[in-house]
Structures are given as C-alpha cells and as structure tokens.
T-cell receptor, first 112, second 115 residues
Framework: EDQVTQSPEALRLQEGESSSLNCSYT??????LFWYRQDPGKGPEFLFTLYSAGEEKEKERLKATLTKKESFLHITAPKPEDSATYLC?????????????FGSGTQLTVLP | GAVVSQHPSRVICKSGTSVKIECRSLDFQATTMFWYRQFPKKSLMLMAT?????????EQGVEKDKFLINHASLTLSTLTVTSAHPEDSSFYIC???????????FGPGTRLTVT
C-alpha cells in the first residue's frame, strides 16, 4: 500500500526565514511525486511534478527536490502570502493511471 | 490552461434530500475525473474515479448507491449525494488531468452542509 508522510504538521516562520518541508513516501514503483498548495476553503493548486531521484524544480521562492525515499520543498525567504497548507502526493505505476495518494499536509504560517 | 470549475461552491440541504455537485473542465477534455472528500484539517481522501462513458470506480468503503457519479461528457462529471445525512457534511473536491500528462488539476471545492 502506498504511503505518504509529511512533516512537520505545522510550521511557523518569520518573514524571510528559510526552511524545508519533508515528504517521505513508500510506493511500489513511483511514476511521479506532486506538490500542491492549498489555501483554506479552496482546492489544491498544482506546484510541481518530480519524476526521478535527483530531479529539482523551482518556482519563485519554492524549490522541490526528490530522492528515492523522500522529497523536500524548500522555501527561501518566505513572505506572508506563502502561508498555506502544502500537500505532497505520489502516483504509482500500479493502479489507476492518474490516482494520487496524498499526505496529510504541512500547514505553513509566515509571520510578517 | 487546465482550469477546473465546480458548482455550487457552497450548499446547505436538509437531511434526507439529495444534492448534485458539478465538476467541469473548462479548457480541456478529461476522460477521467476524480472525486475527493476532505475533512477539516485533514488530507484529501479519494472517493471514486469517474470515467467518461462508463461506470465510476469507487474506493473501498465508499457507498456507490449513496454517492452517484455520472460522467456523461468529456468536460462534465457530476456527484450526487443521495439521502444526505449530517455525517455527509464535508468539503468535496474534483480533479481532472490533461491527456498525456500525469498531473491532476483541482476544482475549487464544494462545501456541503447537511442540517
């Protein structure tokens, strides 16, 4: 059974204080690992897809990296508008072609 | 591109009534759409996979007679919660993906409250 564990559950940062969110996964054949951002009361917003160990993707203050067992979402010099819940999900080669298994998320709060 | 909409965004209904939620892919065609349920401060739980022109595939523990899914066109899937009860109150989110890609794009969600 595919499993995704995210840590920490919650993270409070001061504006400009860089940090990383962790996503550990167990999957029988990783097709892709996905990062999403979710604001309260809204659907998840797609951020990144990572397909193989060593791959990195960047978007503004966010950088996602992938190893064979985990992924990190690095946030550099965050701003209050980066406050949200960040979700990690994996997609396996087995099962439905696009089925995602989600972690429980990291709730990030950036204080001004 | 890859915009998914849902309607309504919020709905309040009385116990015992049925509620229909629509999910549309606005700028692309989706042969497969997914329906999720999310409880407060919890992650997304996949309920079912909606396949255009065929029956939906439900996850274990999800009652298919209670959560009716219809995917009649390449841009529209509907979820009907039948004989709703207060425990069905939740945030329902749909997603769809572009042909040839693996990413899923999510709708804005529908907040269902059953009184």
């Amino acid at each position: 059974e595919d499993q995704v564990t995210q840590s920490p559950e919650a993270l409070r940062l001061q504006e400009g204080e860089s940090s990383s969110l962790n996503c550990s996964y167990t999957v029988s054949g990783l097709r892709g690992l996905f990062w999403y951002r979710q604001d309260p009361g809204k659907g998840p917003e797609f951020l990144f897809t990572l397909y193989s160990a060593g791959e990195e993707k960047e978007k503004e203050r966010l950088k996602a990296t992938l190893t064979k067992k985990e992924s990190f979402l690095h946030i550099t010099a965050p701003k209050p508008e980066d406050s949200a819940t960040y979700l990690c999900a994996v997609q396996a080669f087995s099962g439905s072609a696009r089925q995602l298994t989600f972690g429980s998320g990291t709730q990030l709060t950036v204080l001004p | 591109g890859a915009v998914v909409s849902q309607h309504p965004s919020r709905v309040i209904c009385k116990s015992g009534t049925s509620v229909k939620i629509e999910c549309r892919s606005l700028d692309f065609q989706a042969t497969t759409m997914f329906w999720y349920r999310q409880f407060p401060k919890k992650s997304l739980m996949l309920m079912a996979t909606s396949n255009e022109g065929s029956k939906a595939t439900y996850e274990q523990g999800v009652e298919k007679d209670k959560f009716l899914i219809n995917h009649a066109s390449l841009t529209l899937s509907t979820l009907t919660v039948t004989s709703a009860h207060p425990e069905d109150s939740s945030f329902y989110i749909c997603s769809a993906g572009l042909a040839g890609g693996y990413e899923q794009y999510f709708g804005p969600g529908t907040r269902l409250t059953v009184t």
